[in-house]
């Protein structure tokens, strides 16, 4: 089976540690959660729906192809004490230019209420802070979605109001670099 060792993946992947948490490329292996995550309607419900393990496997070369053409994407959340993938998380840019990168996280429901999105979104806007001359991280909300509105409190991220995103009204907040302290 061809696949890229994890040192070479880290070259065009930063790692980012937290405490509890690593924030890294995806491997093929991931595939498996992945698939059960975004196949769960529950887990689903709020990150575009239902995919089968075909569309899993299309958001995991998503979430890697982007750092190649953006020098931004989505990382695999790996919680260091079980080498477990617990969830991902993005610091990504979409296909229009904008001033700002978007934050974006989803958790395995079995670990949901564990902070695991809240430590993980912090360290990836610090990254994009850090790594990007940028005015402000964005992440896009279902106001339906309580526990997502609930990490972006506890990011001290502000509400902005309601966009259109893909035809769908959704909820923008913001945190300003100023604001972040970077």
Do not use: C
């Not at 509890?20 to 709020?46: I, M, N, T």
């Not at 997502?148 to 506890?154: K, L």
């Amino acid at each position: 089976m061809l696949a890229p060792s994890d040192d070479l993946v880290a070259l065009l992947v930063p790692r980012v540690a937290t405490p509890r948490l690593l924030l890294r490329g995806f491997r093929k292996g991931d595939l498996d959660v992945l698939a059960a995550s975004f196949g769960d309607p529950e887990s689903a419900q709020f990150v575009g729906g239902v995919v089968d393990r075909r569309g899993a496997w299309r958001l995991l070369a998503i979430g890697v192809g982007l750092w190649t053409l953006t020098g931004t994407g989505w990382w695999a959340v790996e919680e260091v004490a079980t080498g477990e993938l617990v969830g991902t998380v993005g610091a990504f840019v979409r296909e229009t230019p904008s001033e700002w990168i978007e934050l974006g996280w989803t958790v395995v429901r079995s670990r949901w209420g564990q902070g695991i999105a809240s430590e993980a979104a912090r360290a990836a806007a610090s990254f994009a802070f850090e790594r990007h001359a940028i005015p402000r991280v964005v992440a896009h909300i279902d106001a339906r979605n309580i526990a997502s509105v609930r990490v972006s409190e506890h990011l001290g991220m502000q509400y902005e109001g309601e966009v259109d995103l893909y035809d769908q009204p959704t909820g923008r907040y913001s945190l300003a670099r100023s604001a972040h302290g970077a």
